[in-house]
């Protein structure tokens, strides 16, 4: 893949920066903890925290679930 360029102009110059892969890639993983927070970011407004912490959880052990039906109820 090739880099990316971002360049942005502006009354001071232009400014121009790179990266060789975006966040979120294999070689720039994201940890759970900047996951959670845009996962509360985005769930807390629609559902309120609590409903969406309890739906976290059951997201984070859904490899361990028989059944996903309950995801539902959240």
Known sequence: EA???VRI???????EGAIDA?????????????????????????????RAATLKKQLVEIDARSDVAGLLAV
């Open 22 to 50: 975006p966040l979120g890639n294999v070689t720039r993983p994201v940890g759970f903890e900047r996951i959670s927070e845009k996962f509360h970011a985005n769930a807390d407004p629609i559902i309120g925290p609590a």
């Open 3 to 5: 880099p990316v360029v």
């Open 9 to 15: 102009s502006g009354p001071g110059g232009i400014l």
